[in-house]
């Protein structure tokens, strides 16, 4: 035994020599006694982050103090508190995030630029004064062993507290809501009239981290060449103003793109839509662009297609012959496709319109690439047009699936390929089913699943109600509107 002390005291003292000039994280040891310091009565403050703060960007360095050792009983002679530090908007700290800091003398400081970039991200951009939740994980040192240790375990945090928080001021004021008012004529622009006044949609997130606001509206004939408009945002409309509305720039008046200019009143000439063709157009507004040191809005009208084709080496390059996607929205795009290789995305059913190839980097599109790389097989594909992306998701297997099915809502009996290597992609099969519900699915899971009606499959729709009896299954997912013919047998 004594031979077996002397050699663990060598091994220590080479241990120790080996890292003396720095302090080490402990490696998992042996017992929880090595890892753990058991603090009793362990106290620790929060500094100057406490109620409400308010940051300010001319102050990115300045630097708070967020936690501080307060004290604890049985504390290790002369050693030393560090503090690590979560954010989050949740009060479980489900959506934490680390906000680095910088220990010295038991206690901890963050710049003010790093509490507000993590308050960004879990709060958004928001100016508005919004609480936030913030904690300390604690860990003490020790000269004797130059090893950090987690005061009371992972599990264990100090200071919790929530905090106010007012982030810096982002430069620019979003509104909750814009308006589009239109007229044939430039002199009866009005907010008096309700059927001339349409809302943009935006998507779920707070304006300040979404600021594209879209709007699909049809020209009438009467309006072809000749549509007027403004955007007008929520306060203005409330007030019954077009005063301070948003037009075009000057030297913009008949584009169909660029940036805005807030009139100073409502003298100042509407915009006429350049173009001579009646339809279905988008309008997006980007209420904040940055480009350099410059801020501005600015705008868009694009015509708005009800489908997106995909022309490829799969059906010979001809867009009419592809299979197509679909949308609700004129902005995300999807369907089922067969590919073979290489393959485009068209906004027409031809050549002569918008016509998509590959991006930057693989999911994206460009109106300016060349051939997207295509893999083989069959693909949910789903396209999103704001942000030029797309993804590819491969499909196995397909199978009905239902309270009315054999497998209930457990398992999906699966359905056949009719021909492989084609376009034409069609699946069959024959079932027994009883009175209740169905739904397809895709590769035995629910993130490809379709619903809705027989006569009009949808994607993620609800369940579609069937009698029993033995059927023949014809699932169509050729063209749009997708389709099931059951033939009772």
């Known amino acids: ?39 009793e009565n362990f106290v620790v403050g929060n500094g100057d982050l406490s109620g409400e703060i308010v940051l300010l960007a001319e102050n990115a360095e300045t630097v708070l103090t967020v936690a501080e050792f307060v004290s604890a009983d049985s504390m290790p002679a002369e050693a030393t508190v560090e503090f690590s530090m979560q954010m989050a908007k949740n009060e479980d700290f489900s959506d934490a995030v680390d906000v680095p800091v910088e220990n010295a003398g038991n206690a901890a400081t963050a710049k003010t630029s790093d509490l507000q970039e993590a308050y960004v991200k879990v709060q958004g951009k928001n100016p508005e004064a919004r609480m936030v939740y913030v904690r300390y994980a604690a860990y003490v040192i020790t000269p ?69 606001f879209y709007l699909i509206f049809d020209i009438p004939e009467a309006a072809a060449g000749s549509f ?30 660029g940036p805005l200019y807030a009139n100073t009143n409502e003298d100042y000439p509407a915009i006429a839509v350049c173009t001579e063709e009646t339809g279905k157009y988008q309008f997006t507004v980007d209420m904040y662009t940055k480009v350099e040191e410059e801020v501005y809005a600015n705008y868009a009208i694009t015509p708005a297609f009800d489908y997106m084709y995909t022309p490829g080496v799969s059906n010979g390059w001809v867009p009419e012959a592809s299979n197509m996607l679909g949308t609700t929205d004129y902005k995300t795009y999807q369907g089922m496709i067969y590919l073979a290789g290489d393959f485009k995305f068209t906004n027409a059913p031809d050549w002569n319109h918008t016509n998509y190839g590959q991006g930057g980097k693989d999911g994206e599109i460009s109106a300016t690439g060349g051939n997207i790389a295509g893999p083989t097989g069959i693909f949910w594909c789903s396209l999103s047009l704001p942000d030029l992306t797309y993804t590819l998701t491969e499909i196995t297997t397909m ?10 809502w457990d398992a999906s009996t699966a359905l056949t390929l009719v021909e492989e290597g084609s376009i034409a992609i069609k699946y ?27 006569e009009e499959l949808t994607y993620n729709a609800g369940n579609i109600t069937v009698t029993a009896g033995t059927y023949d299954i014809l699932l169509d997912m050729s063209s749009l509107p997708y389709t099931c013919t059951l033939t009772r047998k």
């Open 144 to 212: 004797e062993y130059k090893v950090k240790v987690r005061v009371n375990g992972d599990e264990t945090y100090f200071a919790t507290t929530s905090v106010t928080v007012t982030p810096y001021d982002p430069g620019f004021r979003m509104e909750p809501a814009y308006y589009l008012v239109w007229s044939d004529d430039p002199e009866t622009l009005s907010l008096n009239n309700p059927d001339r006044v349409w809302q943009f949609e935006h998507s779920e997130k707070d304006v300040y981290d979404d600021t594209k």
């Open 228 to 257: 007027y408009w403004m955007v007008v945002p929520q306060s203005l409309k409330d007030a019954g103003t077009l005063e301070g509305a948003y037009g075009a720039e000057e030297g913009f008046e008949y584009e169909l793109n």
């Open 1 to 39: 035994m004594k031979k077996l002390n002397i050699f663990l005291m060598m091994v220590l003292a080479l241990c120790f020599t080996s890292c003396e000039d720095e302090w080490v994280e402990a490696k998992p040891l042996t017992s929880e006694q090595e890892t753990v310091f058991r603090g």
């Open 399 to 408: 199978g009905i699936i239902g309270s009315a099915t054999p497998g209930g």
């Open 428 to 454: 069959a099969g024959e079932v027994t089913l009883t009175d209740g519900e169905i739904k397809f699915r895709a590769n035995d899971a629910w993130d490809v699943n379709f619903g809705g009606s027989l």
